[in-house]
């Protein structure tokens, strides 16, 4: 079935460091694909997306680029601030009306 | 700003105890959705809506039950609670027909039993 694999966290970078987080996929069709931010204390929200192929979804100064050929959707800021620590999460939804397909999220972890 | 709200933020109650954990939603969105999130961080689907009379299980399966009589409130019961309940309860929702996977989320509930 489809799936979504990130890279194990901690991750832990100095302020304005560059920062990648891995996101591959297994999946039938042509997902969408997220990633979603988990601030301390709150709920998830969307960080940005890409529908198809070749999308790069951006936000915040973050980006990801949808790579079909590689199947995956790795999160990248060119520097990190300390207010970016949070828990990452990529997801995959296969179709409207099928629910998202979760990765174990990625903390990140920020140090002045 | 979503317009989802979760209440309690916090609870703490003795084994038990019955508890309901409150989700409404302004958005007019069809779909809702409870998610279990242990302290690992990890998600897990244990109730969803398409609608207003429709419910069904998730993934994760949870002794908590729901009901959605009304298409913005969406709450979640456990009757008897005990600490292997012991969590964080976000719930979500989402547009219907024109879903592209974006899910709205509260800011989560967090129980914790005695």
């Known amino acids: 079935g489809d799936s979504v694999t990130q890279m194990e966290g901690p991750v832990t970078l100095s302020e304005e460091a560059f920062l990648t987080i891995n996101c591959t996929y297994t999946?039938?069709?042509?997902?969408?694909l997220f990633w979603y931010v988990q601030y301390p204390g709150e709920g998830l929200q969307l960080l940005l997306k890409?529908?198809?192929a070749d999308d790069k979804g951006s936000n915040k100064g973050f980006e990801a680029t949808y790579r079909k050929e590689t199947t995956s959707f790795h999160l990248e800021k060119g520097s990190v601030q300390v207010s970016d620590s949070a828990v990452y999460f990529c997801?995959?939804?296969?179709?409207?009306?099928?629910?998202?397909?979760w990765g174990a999220g990625t903390k990140l972890i920020i140090k002045p | 700003e979503a317009d989802i709200y979760q209440t309690p933020r916090y609870l703490v109650i003795g084994t038990g105890k019955k508890i309901t954990l409150e989700c409404s939603q302004t958005?007019?969105?069809?779909?809702m959705y409870w998610y279990q999130q242990d302290p690992g961080m990890e998600l897990h689907l244990i109730h969803y809506?398409?609608?207003?009379?429709?419910?069904e299980k998730g993934d994760l399966s949870s002794e908590s039950t729901v009901s959605r009589i009304r298409t913005e409130h969406f709450p979640l019961t456990l009757e008897s609670a005990r600490p292997s309940h012991t969590s964080q309860y976000l719930c979500?929702?989402?547009?219907?027909?024109?879903?592209?996977?974006?899910?709205?989320f509260g800011e989560g509930s967090r129980l914790t039993v005695l």
């Open positions: 997801a995959l939804s296969p179709g409207s009306n099928y629910q998202l397909i």
């Open positions: 958005m007019g969105h069809d779909k």
């Open positions: 999946a039938t069709g042509y997902p969408s």
């Open positions: 890409a529908t198809k």
């Open positions: 809506s398409y609608g207003v009379n429709s419910t």
């Open positions: 979500a929702s989402s547009r219907g027909i024109t879903n592209t996977g974006e899910l709205f």
